[in-house]
C-alpha cells in the first residue's frame, strides 16, 4: 500500500534537509583522527565524518533492534488473532453450509406434500 501524498511531501521536507546537513558535514570534517581501541594495540587513522556517521549507523540499528524486538508481543498477539480470526471464518463457513443443507432437505419435504414444521419464533 502506498504511503499518502501528505506523508510523502512531509517524508522529503525531512529527508532532504538531512541528507544536505550530512554531505556538508561530511565535507567540513574531512580531516583524519586517530582512533584507539585502548585494551588493544590497534589504533587507525580515520576521517572525522566516518566516525561519527558510522556512530550514527550504528545507533539507528541499534535503536531498530530494540525497536523489533520491543515489538514481539504485540506481534505475537497479532499473529494469534489473526489465526482465530482464520479458524472462526472457517467455523461461520461450515455452519452456513449446515444451515444451507437443513434449508435444502426441509424445502424437499415441504414440495413433498409433508406439513411444514412451524417456524422456531411462532407460539
Not at 534537509?17 to 580531516?31: K, M
Not at 584507539?36 to 590497534?42: A, G, I, L
Not at 504485540?74 to 467455523?91: F, I, N, S, V
Not at 463457513?93 to 412451524?118: C, F, M, V, W, Y
Request: proline fraction near 7%; glycine fraction near 8%; charge should be positive.
Amino acid at each position: 500500500m502506498r504511503k499518502p501524498l501528505v506523508m510523502r511531501v512531509l517524508s522529503w521536507i525531512v529527508l532532504v534537509p538531512v541528507g544536505v546537513a550530512l554531505v556538508v558535514f561530511s565535507v567540513v570534517n574531512r580531516h583524519a583522527i586517530k582512533v584507539d581501541f585502548w585494551p588493544f594495540d590497534f589504533a587507525p587513522e580515520v576521517r572525522l565524518f566516518a566516525v561519527i556517521l558510522g556512530i550514527l549507523a550504528i545507533g539507528v540499528l541499534w535503536g531498530g533492534i530494540a525497536a523489533w524486538l520491543a515489538g514481539g508481543p504485540r506481534r505475537r498477539q497479532g499473529r494469534e488473532a489473526q489465526r482465530r480470526a482464520d479458524r472462526l471464518e472457517m467455523d461461520l463457513r461450515a455452519a452456513r453450509r449446515e444451515i444451507d443443507r437443513l434449508k435444502n432437505e426441509q424445502t424437499a419435504k415441504d414440495s413433498r406434500g409433508k406439513p411444514a414444521l412451524p417456524p422456531a419464533d411462532a407460539a
